[in-house]
């Protein structure tokens, strides 16, 4: 089954809020949304997205198995989500790679995720000082143990 990841256009969204001159009355009129747009737009399964946001730059990622295995895939937005570059992979890696998340301080992106070992699960992390340009290599930040099982990683 072929399974999209879309994402609403951010800066279509307006939510606007009220208050009255005594501050006691709170209005919120109903958010809008823009139409979505297909960011992964690939053949595979596209799944777990994480997004962060700073400035007009949305960067978004989600495992998807197009790759031929899990991989975490990234995608930047410069124009605040109207369109999306070309993903490119975090992960690289045979393992399953799952349920990253993304932030974003300034122009320092940071990714997690879980590798799936063929012995342990392990978190491993990445980091961009220029806006996503480009990241470093990925570190294994948990360790390596038969004992270790992380999982789901936030940042
Ligand atoms: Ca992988």
Redesign the pocket.
Known sequence: MRRLLTLLALTAISVMFAVSGSGRTVRAETPVFGDSVNVSNNVGISQDPSIAVSGSIVHVVWRDNTPG???ILYARSVDNGETFGTPINL?N?????RLPSVVAIGETVYVVWIEDTPDFYQVSYVKSTNNGDTFTSQVNVSGESDDLNAWAPML
Not at 93 to 97: A, M
């Open positions: 295995n899990g991989e992960s890696s045979t393992n399953s790679s």
